[in-house]
C-alpha cells in the first residue's frame, strides 16, 4: 500500500506552533516551570450562575438525549437577543442564526459548504490559522492579503480582485484581530462591504474577540451596516467573552444562504452540543452581565502590567487595544533569529512560551503572540527571567532591582 501523503494532508504544512509545543512539554518533564504564553487559553473559571444552570439541567435525564445540529431554539434567541441590545441589530433567530461548536467548528463547516475546488479566497495575514487552513482543507486557492494595518489590508483586497484569476469569491475579516489586536470601525465596515456588494464576493467576519476590550469604544459587528447582511456573516463565540472555552459554543449569524449553507452540512456531520452546555449558555447570554465585565478588567490589568514590565526589563510591547494578546516585534537584537527561533530561546533561556508570528502566516514574522492567560505575578516573573536572558547576553546592564 503506498506511503504516500493523503490528498488533503499534503496540503497542509507542518504545524509551526507545534515545534515550540514539543519543546515545551520536554522542558516541563525535566521539572521546568514554563510561563506559557503560547495558547490563547482563557485560564479564569467560568462563572459560578452558568455552571449553577449547567449541574440544573443535566439532572434532568431527557436532556441527555441527542440535541439538534443548529442548536436549540432558546439558545438562538439569546443569541439574536445579544446581537440586538449590544449592536442593535435585530436576527430572525430561525433564519439568520445557527450554533456551532465554537467559532472554528463554524468556519470550516461553513468552508466546506460553500467552497468549490479552485475557489480563491482573500485571508489576511498575519492571520488565525483556520481563516486560511479551513479553505485550504476544502479545496480552495488561498491568497493571503497583508494585514498589518487595516488600511494595508483594505488596498491588498483591491488589488486582489484586480489580479487574481479567477476572480476571488469570498474574504475573511477578524477585528479585533487575532493576532494583532487591531480594531476597526463602521466606516471601516461600510467600505468592505460596498466593495464586497459591487464584487460579488461574501464575507465571513470573525468577531470572536466582542467583549474583550480595553478603550472607550466597544468594538462593532459589521451587521450594523446596511446592505451588510446581503453579503456577511458573522462568528462569534462565548470562550473567551465567558471563559467557557472547553464548553464549545459558537455562533454564525447574518446571510441566510450562508447560514442555511453552514446548516445543511452541520446536519450530516453532528447533532450540536450537549443540551445542558447550550441551555447554560442561553443563562449567559441572557443573564447578569456584571461576569463579562470583570473578565475585561482582568485582561486589562494583565495587558497593563505587561507592558510595563516588559519595557523595564527592555522589551518594548506595543499595548493592544483589544483581546487577549499582545502582538509583540521581536527585540532589535533578535530580528535575524526570526519568530520561530527567538520562541524557542525564550522557553530555553527563559522559561517563557510564546506563539510565534510566522505560525501565523508570512506577514507574522518579526513578531510573537503573547497571550493574556498568566496572572500578574507570572506576568512579572516572565519579566524577571527576560531581563535576566538579556543581561547575560550583555543587551541590557545590571537592574538596579528586580522588575516590580
Known sequence: MSQEEFHRI?????????????????????????????????????????????????????????????????????????????????????????VTLGSKEGLANLAQAITAPGDVILVPSPAYPIHAFGFIIAGASVRQVPAKTPEQFLEGVRQAML?????????????????????VDLDFYREIVDFARANNIYILSDLAYSEIYFEDTPPPSILQVEGARDVAVEFTTMSKTYS??????????????????????????DYGAFTPIQVAAAAALNGPQDCVAEVRG???????????????????IPPPPATMFAWAPLPEPFKELGSLEFSK?????????????????????????????????RIRQAARNIRRMFERRGLVGPAEGEVA
Not at 28 to 33: F, L, N, P, S, V
Not at 244 to 269: D, E, H, Q, T
Request: charged content about 25%.
Open 10 to 98: 499534503k496540503r497542509l504544512p507542518p504545524y509551526v506552533f507545534e515545534q515550540v509545543n514539543k519543546l515545551k512539554a520536554r522542558a516541563r518533564a525535566h521539572g521546568e516551570d514554563i510561563i506559557d504564553f503560547g495558547m490563547g487559553n482563557p485560564d479564569m473559571p467560568t462563572p459560578d450562575h452558568i455552571v449553577a444552570k449547567l449541574h440544573e439541567t443535566v439532572a434532568n435525564p431527557r436532556t441527555h438525549r441527542y440535541s439538534t445540529s443548529q442548536g436549540i431554539a432558546g439558545l438562538r434567541r439569546a443569541q439574536a437577543y445579544y446581537y440586538e441590545r449590544r449592536f442593535g441589530v435585530s436576527l430572525d433567530p430561525e433564519e439568520e442564526v445557527i
Open 163 to 183: 489580479y487574481s484569476v479567477p476572480a476571488p469569491t469570498m474574504m475573511v475579516i477578524n477585528y479585533p484581530s487575532n493576532p494583532t489586536a487591531q480594531v
Open 244 to 269: 467557557m472555552p472547553g464548553w464549545r459554543i459558537g455562533f454564525a449569524v447574518g446571510n441566510r444562504r450562508l447560514v442555511s449553507a453552514l446548516r445543511r452540512i452541520k446536519s450530516y456531520l
Open 298 to 316: 482582568i485582561y486589562h490589568g494583565r495587558r497593563d502590567v505587561l507592558v510595563d514590565a516588559m519595557g523595564r526589563a527592555g522589551w518594548d
Open 345 to 377: 530561546l525564550l522557553i530555553d533561556e527563559a522559561g517563557v512560551a510564546v506563539a510565534p508570528g510566522i505560525g501565523f502566516g508570512e506577514h507574522g514574522e518579526g513578531y510573537v503572540r503573547i497571550g493574556l492567560v498568566e496572572n500578574e505575578q
